[in-house]
């Protein structure tokens, strides 16, 4: 894994936010050093990351770097 994909060191009240809007919102929060945003697919490049999601049994995190 890519040196720019590290988990934020956060202080507990930090977690303690996070972890109120993830139940405000019903949903999962990560958190990370800043350096990723969030790649735009292809209608094909979301079917072919689906299909693989689906085959491993698992949700993958798709990004790129700065």
Do not use: C, W, Y
């Not at 040196?3 to 990560?30: C, N, P, Q, W, Y």
Request: charged fraction near 35%.
């Amino acid at each position: 894994m890519d040196d720019f994909l590290k988990v934020a060191s956060l202080s507990e009240e930090d977690v303690d936010k996070i972890r109120l809007l993830e139940k405000a919102t019903g949903t999962h929060i990560m958190a990370f050093e800043p350096g990723l945003k969030v790649a735009v697919l292809s209608e094909d490049n979301l079917e072919r990351i689906q299909e693989l999601e689906s085959e491993l049994g698992a949700t993958l995190l798709v990004f790129k770097s700065k």
